[in-house]
């Protein structure tokens, strides 16, 4: 099969629609297609000491010669930079560099530059424009589409923000060969867990030849890219304030956050999604709600990828991190279950019963 270069999904949600473009060598398209999506004067690039030495030069020049003046705004890479303060200089920049109502921001980066720049455009001004170059496989594939945006708090990940779709997304996949390797494999979580979410085909696709196998090519990576956002689209489209439908994305998320946290973030989010995609599966098959043998298919494929699927903590830490979950509502949760490969359901569980879950998926006697 000879596959397609070029894939563009659209998204519609209720606040805006705009269009999602993955493809190899789009960079340069980036300025064309952000004019003709947001119009406007300048374009405050906004990415962060690792991009922006790689990618940030030729996005300008793209939208220099679109007509827009350009202006580059950068931050320290990393999480622990996903702060107020950090916003804040964002911001400082965008109005000394005069933008208006009608000028767009672009985020050019990983999830933590899709998320500063987002949430600068959300606050500049009461909400300017974005548009999301995603230069990770995480932000293809989940942060730069369906409109989260925020920074870290004291308290926890992602607790200020706001909800703000973008213009347009460009993805370029050929920016994924800078990505590191283990970068790329734990990006490989969140793909694992849209194929358990909605995808049979992608998952067994997967389990033969793994996301990460270096035989992959560039095309073969922007149809699953593709795939990814079409799946991810699909929920947003329904539900994008996440009230109903958009909380199955968390499949994973509330044993993964919480190993996550409990790591100390020594483990990557796509990592501890998987591990903790793997702990909610043998619950669910434990206690009958499954279908025998998907949690086994689950950890296969986590492994396939070279991904965990067991972590050493105790599961009553594991639990003290879970409770503190910020979408806990109350005194349940509601956590997504695994049904089969390809159907999940969301499941409102009391904090005993997810203690239960917790002892049941992520003890050592599970193994
Ligand atoms: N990453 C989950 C969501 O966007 O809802």
Redesign the pocket.
């Known amino acids: 099969m000879i596959e397609r270069m070029k894939h563009i999904v659209p998204v519609s949600t209720s606040s805006r629609a705009y269009e999602v473009h993955v493809g190899r060598g789009i960079l340069d398209e980036a300025g064309r297609l952000i004019r003709d999506a947001a119009g406007g004067n300048i374009a405050a690039v906004i990415s962060d000491s690792n991009v922006a030495p790689l990618y940030a030069n030729r996005v300008q020049v793209s939208l220099k010669d679109a007509g827009y003046r350009t202006t580059l705004l950068t931050f320290p890479a990393g999480e622990r930079h996903k702060r107020l303060s950090t916003l804040e200089t964002l911001l400082e920049g965008l109005a000394e560099a005069e933008l208006s109502r009608d000028d767009v921001v672009v985020a050019l980066g990983g999830g933590v530059t899709g998320d500063m720049a987002g949430l600068a455009a959300a606050l500049y001004l009461r909400g300017i424009q974005v548009a999301q170059i995603p230069t990770s496989l995480l932000a293809m594939v989940?942060?730069s589409?369906?409109g989260?945006t925020a920074v870290d708090l004291q308290a926890g990940k992602n607790l200020a923000g706001a909800f703000l779709q973008p213009c347009v997304v460009v993805a370029d996949v050929e920016c994924l060969h800078t990505l590191n390797h283990d970068l790329f494999t734990d990006s490989c979580g969140e793909v694992i867990k849209h194929g358990v979410l909605a995808d049979e085909r992608l998952f067994e696709e997967l389990c033969s030849r793994p996301m990460n196998s270096p035989d992959r090519d560039d095309a073969e990576i922007a149809r699953i890219v593709a795939r990814n956002v079409e799946i991810?689209r699909d929920?947003?489209n329904a539900d994008e304030r996440?009230r109903g439908l958009?909380q199955t994305?968390?499949l994973g998320?509330t044993l993964g956050h919480a190993i996550e946290s409990a790591h100390g973030y020594a483990w990557g989010h796509g990592t501890s999604v998987a591990v903790g995609l793997c702990c909610v599966a043998r619950a669910a098959e434990s206690l009958g709600w499954s279908q025998l043998g998907t949690a086994r298919s689950i950890e296969s494929i986590c492994a396939a990828h070279g991904l965990p699927t067991f972590t050493d903590l105790d599961p009553c830490t594991i639990m003290d991190y879970a409770v503190h979950d910020k979408k806990r509502h109350d005194q349940t949760v509601n956590l997504i279950v695994p049904i089969r490969i390809g159907k999940v359901e969301i499941r409102k569980v009391t904090l005993d019963e997810l203690a239960k879950i917790v002892r049941i998926g992520c003890g050592k006697a599970a193994s």
């Open positions: 989940d942060s589409v369906g989260k991810k929920v947003v996440e958009r994305l968390n998320h």
